[in-house]
T-cell receptor, first 115, second 110 residues
Framework: DAGVTQSPTHLIKTRGQQVTLRCSPK?????VSWYQQALGQGPQFIFQYYEEEERQRGNFPDRFSGHQFPNYSSELNVNALLLGDSALYLC??????????????FGPGTRLTVL | DAKTTQPTSMDCAEGRAANLPCNHSTISGNEYVYWYRQIHSQGPQYIIH???NNETNEMASLIITEDRKSSTLILPHATLRDTAVYYC???????????FGAGTTVTVRA
């Protein structure tokens, strides 16, 4: 049973560019969340997708957008990259019907470096 | 907007129990306590969660004080592979996000 997979593993971009990160949830999961983790800090919630809609968003600007596809996979898009966007981007999947036991399974992340 | 306080770091000996404290003095009645850990170069991993009763699973035990203002995660027999950053998170269900703080860096020494 494959867990959460993310691609690419590493990415280098320059300021002003746009980037797309991809995530495939754990088999059977229908909900995908995205987190940003700066070096030495805990992950920060960006947003969550369920039924192809963004249903909760953290304190991130509109440059951060996403999408969920009918097969539950998801993309995170970041426009007009800033140096401060350099971080590990984590995808987490969960099952909507699991109630309080909403264990989120995390992928290994995509390391984005903005030069 | 993390609502928990944890020590920055702690060491423990391999084979001994590791007791990780967490303070959440402003917790509300409908908020759960979750614990996750993050081993270096990996994504966070769920450990356990609870509301007000003590909980145990194959990884750890969670002890929540009667007033719910603090909790302790217990790793019964720490191994070198338990070296990680441990995050205590307070979360209201059905809030979807996990609000991570800085966590406790736990180093298990042989």
């Amino acid at each position: 049973d494959a867990g959460v997979t993310q691609s690419p593993t590493h990415l280098i971009k320059t300021r002003g560019q746009q980037v797309t990160l991809r995530c495939s949830p754990k088999s059977g999961h229908d909900t995908v969340s995205w987190y940003q983790q700066a070096l030495g800090q805990g992950p920060q919630f960006i947003f969550q997708y369920y039924e192809e809609e963004e249903r909760q968003r953290g304190n991130f600007p509109d440059r951060f957008s996403g999408h969920q596809f009918p097969n539950y996979s998801s993309e995170l898009n970041v426009n007009a990259l800033l140096l401060g966007d350099s971080a590990l981007y984590l995808c987490a999947s969960s099952l909507e019907t699991s109630g309080s036991y909403n264990e989120q399974f995390f992928g290994p992340g995509t390391r984005l470096t903005v030069l | 907007d993390a609502k928990t306080t944890q020590p920055t770091s702690m060491d423990c000996a391999e084979g001994r129990a590791a007791n990780l404290p967490c303070n959440h003095s402003t917790i509300s009645g409908n908020e759960y306590v979750y614990w996750y850990r993050q081993i270096h170069s990996q994504g966070p991993q769920y450990i356990i969660h609870g509301l007000k009763n003590n909980e145990t699973n194959e990884m750890a035990s969670l002890i929540i004080t009667e007033d719910r203002k603090s909790s302790t995660l217990i790793l019964p027999h720490a191994t070198l592979r338990d070296t990680a950053v441990y995050y205590c998170i307070v979360r209201v269900v059905p809030d979807y996000k996990l609000s991570f703080g800085a966590g406790t860096t736990v180093t298990v020494r042989a």
